[in-house]
């Protein structure tokens, strides 16, 4: 049974910190490309960065340059999303995917599995 499980949100202050997790299981994690996404309240689905089988980082949302870390532990089967200096317009509801191209792609249909997502919420 495929499965993505996202955990580490929760409610934080402008200016923190937090490490969201996506643990996977089902399938050959190191052949899937990795993608994270975002949901605003009354906003579509958007790609925040994604992480290619060859650890190569997509970056769609130019916001998150410089604060947003991800990576990736093949032997584990987990992804990672450092979030750091979050403000209010972080606050969504992140997603991780998985896609078996192996290269990135910025729409949330183009990949195969999809997680249920926590939520991350920034007070100022």
């Known amino acids: 049974q495929v499965q993505l499980v996202e955990s580490g949100g929760g409610s934080v202050q402008s200016g923190d910190s937090l490490r969201l997790s996506c643990s996977a299981s089902?399938?050959?994690?190191?052949?899937?490309?990795i993608g994270w996404f975002r949901q605003a309240p009354g906003k579509e689905r958007e790609g925040v960065v994604c992480?290619?089988?060859?650890?190569?980082?997509?970056v769609y949302d130019a916001s998150v340059k410089g604060r947003f870390t991800r990576s990736r532990d093949n032997a584990k089967n987990m992804a990672s999303l450092q979030m750091s200096s979050l403000n209010s317009d972080d606050t969504a509801k992140y997603y991780c995917?998985?896609?078996?191209?192996?290269?990135?792609?910025?729409?949330?249909?183009?990949?195969?599995?999809r997680g249920q997502g926590t939520q991350v919420t920034v007070s100022s």
């Open positions: 992480i290619t089988t060859s650890n190569k980082e997509i």
């Open positions: 089902g399938f050959t994690f190191e052949n899937y490309a």
């Open positions: 995917a998985a896609r078996t191209a192996r290269v990135c792609n910025s729409n949330w249909e183009a990949y195969d599995f």
